[in-house]
């Protein structure tokens, strides 16, 4: 059983090094990292998981892009201890961050990511819309929190900052 809450300040360093344990220290090169500098997460959204003994088990951000006009959402980085993974606590996770975006009034997510693991939590490949490089086009996936959210927009997601 896991207890699921919002991160805070206390949380940031644990929760950076469970990033860093997951992806390794360079993941801050990742084309996906450009749109995150000098823009700062949707703390409401910034969930983490701890076990009965409090141990840090998973942890998921999000951030405020645009496309033209439109703001969205970037999932990511999301992350499972090693020792917790097949759990299905990544799913938990997204799950329940994705609802507190739709009450918070969000209507769209975006993510980079591989689609037979994020499709069966509704995430489809969004042809229309360009990540900065070097990101693969076929890993761009989004979801709609509000129906034809995704329908008519596309472009070039940049950041808030």
Not at 21 to 34: H, I, T, V
Not at 50 to 55: A, G, N, P, S
Not at 82 to 110: F, M, W, Y
Request: proline share 6%; charged share 20%.
């Amino acid at each position: 059983m896991y207890a699921i809450n919002t991160e805070t300040n206390a949380d940031y360093w644990e929760v950076e090094a469970l990033y860093d344990l997951c992806f390794a220290p360079g993941r801050e090169a990742l084309s996906s990292y450009r749109l995150r500098e000098n823009t700062k997460p949707i703390a409401e959204l910034c969930l983490i998981a701890r076990d009965e003994q409090h141990i840090l088990a998973g942890a998921i951000r999000y951030w405020p892009v645009k496309i033209k006009e439109y703001s969205a959402l970037l999932l990511g980085p999301i992350a499972v201890h090693p020792t917790r993974q097949g759990e299905g606590l990544g799913s938990l996770l997204i799950k329940d961050s994705l609802k507190q975006a739709e009450n918070l009034g969000h209507s769209r997510v975006l993510l980079i990511g591989d689609l037979p693991y994020y499709s069966r939590l509704g995430f489809k490949k969004l042809s229309n819309v360009k990540m900065p490089q070097p990101t693969n086009p076929e890993r761009v996936l989004g979801i709609e929190l509000v129906f034809g959210a995704w329908d008519i927009l596309g472009g070039s997601v940049e950041s808030f900052g």
